[in-house]
């Protein structure tokens, strides 16, 4: 596409200063007359979001209200109840990080809590993850860790990270739902690395779970320091607003009051029901007229920010576990989506902004600039007479949007003035809303995940088929083949392959009991398999 011209740049900027936000849409190859044909949709999408937050039942698959709006406005709630909880738990939230602090809640050997550890998930960790690294400094009040995964080896590298701090490390539980695998096993993990310290979890530990869930339970019986609710009408991937990103923020004594506020600040800006006046409502739009409203470009996210690197994937999850749906609405087959991947800029353009470049046409980039490089009070450095890095950031940012344009490609720019807690909820915030009106727009539920579910079940089976396998090859009393472990397990032909990697998977961690004879010929689907003594 050619460059636009400043007429055409002025007509598509949005820039709120109250807000510190520019967004810059003019170089999206928007169809003729693009505004005017969506008008219908995009009033019929404000009012979908406007009795979202009232209350209606926006996740009709799942049944319930989708509220994380409230969460920074909680006079909003339709429910006093809604209302009353959300208030107390902030308090609740304030109250113990206070507490940790001061050292009133302390561990059970040392005077106080220096480290947090987070175990969660997917919804349950990207947004803690994306504002540690975003807003975290040395002189943070405690030095926070995650499990994010049900990797043995990821595991013992955080336990390694957190070496002799183990007696001084609070862990936080994060499940909305309570029962996710990867994050029990994270749990027990770090469990028993407080018993073999000849500790007790239970005092170290405090869970932010729905109430009565399997999670919930576990830490009421076990005596957790605390509990924290979720409730269902906030989803995983809308949640760091909620306790499960405001606990640990405040625990490391992260500005939670900033994030809200930016987060509340955005929300105003973004119901207005105009389209050009709408920064959500344009980025919705820019992504409908860039993939034709099905998908058919990526999303590269481009912040030039180390910090803001983690944002790429926190979005990733956001745009691709909400739009992401097989069926509309109407329960059509639509296939629908939007691929988001990125990392950082200027990095990038060492990387795959070659492709980008020269490459297949098949995404549209979103640049996020921060206008303020460096923090005022940090000392300027000049790389050559009047020239900082971050006049060299600012250049490799407006210099590749240029390359891009120059070789026809789309792309989006985000402005703000400075990286805060408040722009950083501005931004949550932001994607947050332009995700809920572009679901609408294309007749998708962004509040479920019924892909995500299905996996939870399949890893389960894969599971459950292990331990009958095990049993199998423990109980033969001689080595057996692939075809009898099959036909003893009842697993089915279309599951030998499944069975196969079982056994290799068993034969590899001696733990198990499980070894393997090869078969002469080298062939791994003649392999034997036999208990080991
Ligand atoms: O956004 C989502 O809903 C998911 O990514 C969940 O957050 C993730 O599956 C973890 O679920 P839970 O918080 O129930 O452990």
Not at 15 to 22: C, P, Q, T
Not at 130 to 143: I, K, N, Q, Y
Not at 438 to 446: K, T
Request: charged fraction near 20%; proline fraction near 4%; aromatic fraction near 6%.
């Amino acid at each position: 596409m050619p460059t636009p011209s400043f007429a055409a740049f002025r007509a598509h900027l949005f820039h709120d200063a109250a807000l510190g936000l520019s967004v810059d849409v003019s170089r999206i190859a928007w169809p003729a007359d693009f505004f005017a044909a969506m008008e219908e949709q995009a009033q019929a999408a404000f009012r979908h979001m406007a009795a979202l937050e009232a209350g209606s039942v926006a996740n009709p698959d799942e049944g319930r209200q989708v509220g994380h709006y409230w969460l920074r406005a909680p006079e909003l709630a339709p429910a006093p109840a809604q209302r009353a909880a959300i208030e107390s738990t902030l308090a609740q939230v304030r109250a113990f990080a206070h507490a940790v602090h001061a050292g009133r809640i302390r561990p059970q050997r040392a005077p106080k809590f220096t480290d947090v550890l987070v175990v969660g998930i997917g919804g349950s960790a990207l947004g803690p993850q994306l504002a540690t690294a975003c807003l975290g400094t040395p002189a943070d009040r405690m030095r926070v860790h995650f499990f994010d995964n049900t990797d043995p080896d990821g595991i013992d590298q955080v336990l390694d990270g957190i070496g002799d701090a183990l007696p001084r490390t609070l862990v936080v539980v994060v499940s909305k739902s309570g029962g996710t695998q990867e994050t029990r096993n994270g749990m027990l993990e770090v469990r028993a690395a407080f018993e073999s310290a000849g500790l007790s979890f239970a005092r170290h530990a405090a869970a932010v779970t729905g109430v009565g869930s399997q999670l919930d339970r576990y830490a009421q019986g076990e005596g957790f320091l605390a509990r924290f609710p979720m409730w269902d009408w906030v989803g995983g991937r809308t949640s760091e607003l909620s306790a499960v990103g405001l606990l640990p923020a405040a625990l490391q004594g992260l500005d939670i009051d900033g994030m809200l506020a930016g987060a509340r600040a955005m929300d105003a800006a973004t119901r207005v029901p105009a389209a050009r006046q709408n920064p959500a409502m344009l980025l919705a739009l820019a992504w409908h007229a860039a993939t034709g409203g099905a998908g058919r470009r990526d999303m590269v996210v481009l912040p030039y920010r180390d910090r803001l690197q983690l944002f790429s994937k926190y979005l990733q999850q956001l745009v691709m576990e909400s739009l992401g749906k097989r069926h509309d609405l109407q329960g059509r087959e639509v296939f629908q989506g939007l691929a988001v991947y990125g990392n950082k800029g200027s990095t990038d353009q060492h990387a795959y902004v070659q492709q980008l470049r020269d490459g297949i046409d098949n995404f549209f980039v979103t640049f996020i600039e921060v206008l303020e490089t460096r923090a005022p009070e940090r000392t300027v450095v000049e790389v050559e007479p009047g020239v900082t890095s971050g006049d060299y950031l600012f250049g490799f940012l407006r210099g590749t949007r240029r390359a891009l344009t120059d070789s026809g490609r789309q792309s989006i720019t985000l402005t703000l003035d400075r990286l805060d807690a408040a722009s950083l909820g501005m931004l949550i915030a932001l994607f947050e809303r332009a995700v809920g009106l572009y679901a609408h727009l294309v007749g998708v539920n962004a509040y479920h995940q019924p892909g995500v579910e299905a996996g939870k079940k399949a890893a389960q089976a894969v599971v459950a088929l292990q331990q009958i396998v095990h049993a199998t090859v423990q109980a033969a009393g001689r080595s057996l083949g692939l075809a009898d472990i099959v036909r003893a397990v009842g697993a089915g032909d279309d599951n030998q392959e499944t069975v196969l990697a079982i056994l290799r998977h068993l034969a590899a961690h001696p733990d198990k009991g499980v070894a393997c004879e090869p078969h002469v010929s080298g062939d791994l689907c003649e392999a034997r398999w036999v208990a080991r003594r």
